[in-house]
Structures are given as structure tokens and as C-alpha cells.
């Protein structure tokens, strides 16, 4: 039986307090919390068995390289991958999604397109207008509703032989809406595309099965899935992967080197250069069991409930307007209070002990589609409570009245 209190207890920060009232942290599209037992196997790391992997003979080298290797198993599991090399430990969604930029240089020519949807973050726009800087390829966008829904019949008007990318992220994360991507990646595919889908915002409250959904990469970030910050999982398929020209060149990602030519290591080492981030894959692996253990299903029932008790508690407030109103939605509320700036709203609320992200959240066409400079965004995970949803109501009601 899921009992939030007794989740709550694994949280150790979750019981401070900022600026003399007990933390409500609703700001989990940013950077999610981490468990104790999260916690503990960072510690365990740096305590008893930190050393390079892939590379000593030593007892720790090898201790660590199992444990990596063992958290990449754990990943391809739970995202349902064919197999382990195609899961390329990363520092981030940002890191995959500028790796597979760069690596589509060498395929893409002057004239290609690539879509990309109105509701990206600032990380799923920047990176393919430098590769169509480099390439002469031609950025198009999927537009959006006033719901916050991307227009599939406009998706597929856009498709054509010359399309040779599609990327959407799963979820918006300024809006929360969940994007029909199972529809993207079959009509994509109808005419040769490839499919990125960015997995930042729906890793933390859905299990992907990424062979049903045939997709062919897809990106996420550790720290907003209960895990450390600086490490991320891409997938790719392993044709892709096999395809696709290495990102950065160094140590572990080759297989011979002389000053006259070098050949590159096998999967997944190929793509991942340098000594990376040990500790955090671990931990990754370590969050991912955390998560599973409550259950996925668990957790998206108990924060769609979050998700109606504050969208009902909120609307009762005069002159409150929620963006994102599609029926398909992620525990995320972006909203603003008339006439109020949203900076001005989440400074009385940090006031009060809470924690909500204010501005363009990275997003600013979306903002500038509806008009506005920003929002301030609660976004809800599954240590979150009723209780706390209250106090978030208060302190808006708070903020309406100091700021009229
Ligand atoms: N894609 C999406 C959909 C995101 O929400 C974010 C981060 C990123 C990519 C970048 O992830 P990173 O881990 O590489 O930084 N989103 C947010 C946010 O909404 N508030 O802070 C970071």
C-alpha cells in the first residue's frame, strides 16, 4: 500500500525548514529530491570502492566497473532497451540530445528538414538551429493549441520525403501536457525520419517501453528520477548508434590509436569518452530501483490525484489562469495570478517556505504564444501531499492580496 508519509521518511530534506516554515518543495520539474537509499550508495561509493573503471586490474577498479556496468543493466530494463550497449550514460538530457546534433552533421544536406514541436525546452531548440547552421538543413515547427496540445493534422502536413529528424519532447515541461508521441514516431517513420524524443519530464512519472514504441532515441536526466545531477541516460538503437559518428574524442572510446589513424571502441564505449561520472551512473541505477519499488503505476494515480486537488483548489481563486489544459498532463501547474508578476508571486511564496520556479522556464516561445513573461510553475511528485497543496493555496491567496 502506497503510505505518503512513510515515503516522506526516506527524504531527509523534506523535513527542513526555509525561512522559519516547514519546505514545500514543488518544484520537481526542475530537479527532483533523493532518497536516503539513494544517498547511501553515493556514500558507499566514495566510502569503500571509488576508482576508474574499465581500466585497472585492481579489486576497486573492478568492483566499480561491475557496479556501472550492473546500473546500465538496471536502465536497459526499465526502459525496456534490446540491449545494454545501446544505453550511453550521458551527464544529462542536454549532453544526448547535443550528441545526436552533432552526430546527424555528417547525414544531414542543404535542403533537409528537421521538426521539432512548439513545446520545447530551450535545450530541444538551440542545438538544432546549430546543426541547421551547419548543415543547411531547415528547422519546422509543430505549432501548439491554446491548450497547450501540439496539432497533429499540422504535424502531418509538415512531413514530407524531406524530413529527415523528428524531435518532441514526451512531456512539456512548462505546461506538463503529454504529447501523443506513439502517433509522432509512426507517421515519422512513414516517410524515413528518425525519432529523438526527449524523456526529461516523463522519466520521473511514466515507465517507457522503448521497444513497443519503436523509437529511436530517447533522452533523459538522473536528477529527475530521484538521482544524482550530472548523469543521464541516451538511448539509441543500436543501428543508430552503430551509425553515427562519436561525439568527443578520448580515452575509453577507442580501440587502437597511432598518430596516423584511430579506430573507435565498440558500444557504448564509443560514445562515452573520458572518465565519466561512476558514481552518479550507480546512484542512477540505484534511484531507478527506488522508483520501481513504489511502482510506476503507483506513482502517476497518486499524482494525477495531486494534480485534480490543486487544479480544483487553485481555479477557486479570483482571477487565477492555469496554462495547460490538456487532458493529458503530468503533475505540473503553470499559472498567474491577473495583473501580478509571476516573480513577485514565487518570492512571497519562497517567503513562506515554498518552492515553485517562476519565469519562462526555458520555454520562451511558449510564453510568448500565450502572451505572458512567465509563469509560476508548481510541479508535483509523489512525496507531495493534499496537506502541502493547501499551504500552496494559502500562500497564493497570500501573494494576491500583498501584491493588488
Ligand atoms: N528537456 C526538458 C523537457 C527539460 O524539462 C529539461 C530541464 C531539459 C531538457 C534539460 O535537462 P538537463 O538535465 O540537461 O538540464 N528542465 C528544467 C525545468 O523545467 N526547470 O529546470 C530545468
Partial sequence: MFNV??????????????NGKPLVYFDNAATSQTPQQVIDVIVDYYSNYNANIHRGVHTLSQEATDKYEQARKKIQTHFNAKLAHE?????????????IANGFSSFLKKGDEIIVSALE???????????????GAILKVIPMNLDGELIMTEFDKLLSDKTKLVFVNHVSNALGTVNPIEYIIEKAHGVGAAVLVDGAQSSPHIKPDLQALNVDFYVVSAHKMCGPTGVGMLY???AWLKKLPPYQGGGEMIAEVTFEKTTYAELPHKFEAG???????????AAIDYMNAIGFDTIAKYEHELLEYAT????????LKIYGTSKHKTAVISFN??????????TILDKLGIAVRTGHHCAQPIMDFYKIPGTVRAS?????TKSEIDVLVEGVKKAKTMLS
Avoid at 544505453?87 to 550528441?99: D, Q, R, V
Avoid at 508535483?380 to 507531495?384: A, D, H, I, P, R
Wanted: some cysteine; aromatic content about 10%; proline content about 5%.
Fill in 5 to 18: 508519509e512513510n515515503i516522506r521518511k526516506d527524504f531527509p530534506i523534506l523535513s527542513r525548514t526555509v
Fill in 87 to 99: 544505453i550511453i550514460f550521458t551527464s544529462g538530457t542536454t549532453h544526448g540530445i547535443n550528441l
Fill in 121 to 135: 525546452h530551450h535545450s530541444n531548440i538551440v542545438p538544432w538551429q546549430m546543426l541547421c547552421e551547419r548543415t
Fill in 236 to 238: 539509441g538503437k543500436e
Fill in 275 to 285: 572518465t565519466p561520472n561512476i558514481c552518479g551512473g550507480i546512484a542512477f541505477g
Fill in 312 to 319: 480544483n483548489k487553485l481555479l477557486e481563486i479570483d482571477g
Fill in 337 to 346: 495570478l491577473e495583473g501580478i508578476h509571476p516573480y513577485d508571486v514565487g
Fill in 380 to 384: 508535483f511528485s509523489f512525496y507531495n
